[in-house]
């Protein structure tokens, strides 16, 4: 089989710009990949696989037009995320999974979300594996999954984007309602003796987070907590004055803003005198600040769908696989990537066509835990709005030391 894949990884820039001008020219010459190995399967499963790897933002036709300057960081993710699942390809190849892998590249210029659709709505695949950046996206591909009767796995969007009425609808990546239902009985449990201050600022989605928040604590014993709404130019000073130093204090973070989040997280860390637990939205995996922090005072915590020890053998053996292909380090995205398709295409193969009655057979874990339910939106309906994830660990950082509680 010949080896048609894009070698994206942590390299330096310019070695980067070599191997991804190299690359994606036989990506560009391709409409698909086959990824084909002999089972007892005369017919291989068709998969598709939705990225954003914004191939004509860098080349003109064959020819890659950067030049030497940095690789906008807007294109990391997707690369990412594809050099996962073609990773994950090479194992699944040598496992002797017999299937064909079709690349759509969902910020390809005069494409829309419609008209890839269109395109694959010809192709009859079993399976699609997406990394959505817009709730957009996610509504047109959740409604082609209906409409098809194909499983359609979103790995990476935090949103569930409104989509209403399709079993066939996977999110790994929980939705915001079930972050804060897990916060507010993890902070309950965990921390049963404390001050409690809910941190947040006006917005719409602020406004959602602190309902959600307080209708968590309608169903059970309820968090004596103070709300405290702050501007962006907010002080450690503006916080300050809520804290008692007679007793540890539990802050809770109710904005999805990176900029206020981190602001939170450098206002805390410079307050030395007080015992502090820091609880914060599930998009803090990617805040630099939040492992940065230097008072052993403050201990930060966030939730996550995902969790990628480097204790786990697994994962450290294909960190150590990427490291040898690729000269650098895994990020986050690559692992999203690898798991779902080695995950997703085994659960496919193994039960196609009755997959959806089994995602929660862990027998092909990489690194987590997935605990796959039905979600009605309406309890009466006679179907599920979707299926969603609902595992979560809390990640927690404290005096240099990083540890997942499950």
């Given at each position: 089989?010949q080896?048609?894949?894009c070698?994206?990884?942590n ?16 990506l560009l ?5 086959g ?7 005369p ?7 939705l ?9 003109d036709?064959?020819?890659y037009k950067?030049g030497?300057?940095s690789?906008?960081?807007y294109f ?8 996962g ?7 699944l190849?040598?496992e002797g ?17 419609e008209s ?15 990394s ?5 996206e996610q ?9 098809n ?14 989509v209403?009425?399709n ?7 929980s939705s ?11 902070t ?5 003796i404390?001050k409690y201050i ?11 987070i602190m309902?959600l ?13 103070k709300?405290?709404?702050l501007g ?8 300050v ?8 204090n539990?802050v ?25 637990v820091l609880i ?31 204790s786990n ?5 294909i960190?150590?696989s990427?490291k040898?292909?690729?000269n ?11 798991e ?12 196609n ?5 089994h ?5 092909f874990?990489?690194?987590?835990n ?8 309406d309890?009466?309906?006679a179907t ?8 979560l660990?809390?990640i ?8 997942a509680?499950y």
């Amino acid at each position: 089989m010949q080896d048609k894949r894009c070698l994206f990884s942590n390299m330096k820039p310019r070695i980067f710009q070599r191997v991804l001008c190299a690359a994606i020219v036989v990506l560009l010459a391709c409409s698909h990949f086959g990824v084909c190995a002999q089972n007892n399967s005369p017919v291989p499963l068709k998969i598709a696989v939705l990225a954003p790897l914004y191939l004509d933002s860098a080349f003109d036709g064959m020819n890659y037009k950067l030049g030497n300057t940095s690789i906008p960081r807007y294109f990391l993710n997707g690369l990412e995320f594809y050099n996962g699942v073609m990773m994950a390809i090479d194992s699944l190849q040598k496992e002797g999974v017999n299937a064909e892998l079709w690349i759509y590249d969902t910020k390809a210029k005069g494409k829309t979300s419609e008209s890839i659709a269109a395109e694959m709505g010809t192709m009859r695949f079993n399976l699609v594996i997406a990394s959505f950046t817009s709730a957009q996206e996610q509504r047109v591909f959740s409604e082609f999954s209906f409409s098809n009767s194909i499983p359609l796995v979103s790995a990476t969007y935090p949103n569930d984007a409104y989509v209403s009425g399709n079993p066939y609808f996977i999110m790994i990546n929980s939705s915001l309602k079930t972050h804060i239902e897990a916060i507010y009985r993890y902070t309950q449990r965990n921390y049963p003796i404390g001050k409690y201050i809910f941190i947040t600022r006006k917005g719409p989605l602020e406004d959602k987070i602190m309902q959600l928040f307080s209708d968590e604590g309608k169903k059970m014993s309820a968090l004596n907590y103070k709300t405290l709404q702050l501007g962006d130019n907010f002080t450690a000073a503006d916080i300050v004055a809520q804290l008692d130093s007679n007793r540890q204090n539990v802050v809770i973070c109710g904005s999805l803003d990176e900029a206020f989040g981190t602001n939170l997280v450098k206002a805390l860390d410079q307050t030395t005198s007080y015992q502090l637990v820091l609880i914060g939205m599930p998009t803090w995996d990617a805040l630099r600040a939040v492992y940065k922090t230097e008072n052993d005072k403050l201990e930060v915590v966030y939730s996550t769908p995902y969790r990628y020890d480097k204790s786990n053998k697994t994962v450290d053996a294909i960190s150590q696989s990427y490291k040898l292909k690729f000269n650098g380090r895994p990020g986050y995205m690559f692992f999203k990537g690898f798991e779902t398709m080695f995950n997703f295409t085994h659960l496919m193969n193994k039960y196609n066509p009755g997959m959806m009655q089994h995602l929660s057979d862990n027998s092909f874990e990489i690194a987590n835990n997935f605990q796959f339910q039905p979600v009605k939106l309406d309890d009466k309906a006679a179907t599920p709005d979707y299926i969603e994830n609902k595992k979560l660990y809390f990640i927690h950082i404290f005096q240099g030391t990083i540890r997942a509680v499950y």
